[in-house]
């Protein structure tokens, strides 16, 4: 399967269609309100980690939720080509030394895990 993914890219007033490398993403948050739907058939009983996460460009302090017995380590290993669900996100976001710095509050964001530097259990 191909990394190349079609999306649209929604702006205040501009509408963009692009293909993107899923590599070269960082953080996928949506606009609008997820309600978790925890009932799929791939659904599983998770436990909640808070987590402080560093990535090429965010600082993101969230929620992962792990299976029973496996860490968020486990996780990450086991996964490495799959996109990270976070709840409950707070993630900044700084360009440069001194340049103004952006921060987005999410109720549900996914991380790509091959861009995460560093992380602890909070």
């Given at each position: 399967m191909s990394?190349?993914?079609?999306?649209?890219?929604?702006?205040t007033f501009?509408?963009?269609?692009?293909?993107?490398?899923?590599?070269?993403?960082?953080?996928?948050?949506?606009?609008?309100?997820?309600?978790?739907?925890?009932?799929?058939?791939?659904?599983?009983?998770?436990?909640?980690?808070?987590?402080?996460?560093?990535?090429?460009?965010?600082?993101?302090?969230?929620?992962?939720?792990?299976?029973?017995?496996?860490?968020?380590?486990?996780?990450?290993?086991?996964?490495?080509?799959?996109?990270?669900?976070?709840?409950?996100?707070?993630?900044?976001?700084?360009?440069?030394?001194?340049?103004?710095?952006?921060?987005?509050?999410?109720?549900?964001?996914?991380?790509?895990?091959?861009?995460?530097?560093?992380?602890?259990?909070?």
């Amino acid at each position: 399967m191909s990394a190349w993914r079609p999306v649209e890219v929604y702006a205040t007033f501009l509408k963009l269609r692009a293909t993107l490398a899923k590599g070269a993403v960082v953080l996928l948050c949506p606009r609008d309100a997820v309600e978790p739907g925890g009932q799929g058939p791939l659904w599983r009983e998770k436990v909640k980690v808070p987590v402080a996460l560093e990535t090429s460009a965010y600082s993101i302090v969230a929620d992962a939720h792990v299976e029973a017995r496996h860490t968020l380590r486990d996780l990450l290993e086991r996964f490495l080509g799959d996109f990270l669900p976070l709840t409950d996100v707070s993630a900044l976001w700084v360009a440069a030394l001194g340049a103004q710095t952006h921060s987005v509050q999410r109720r549900f964001a996914l991380v790509n895990p091959a861009t995460i530097v560093s992380f602890a259990e909070r």
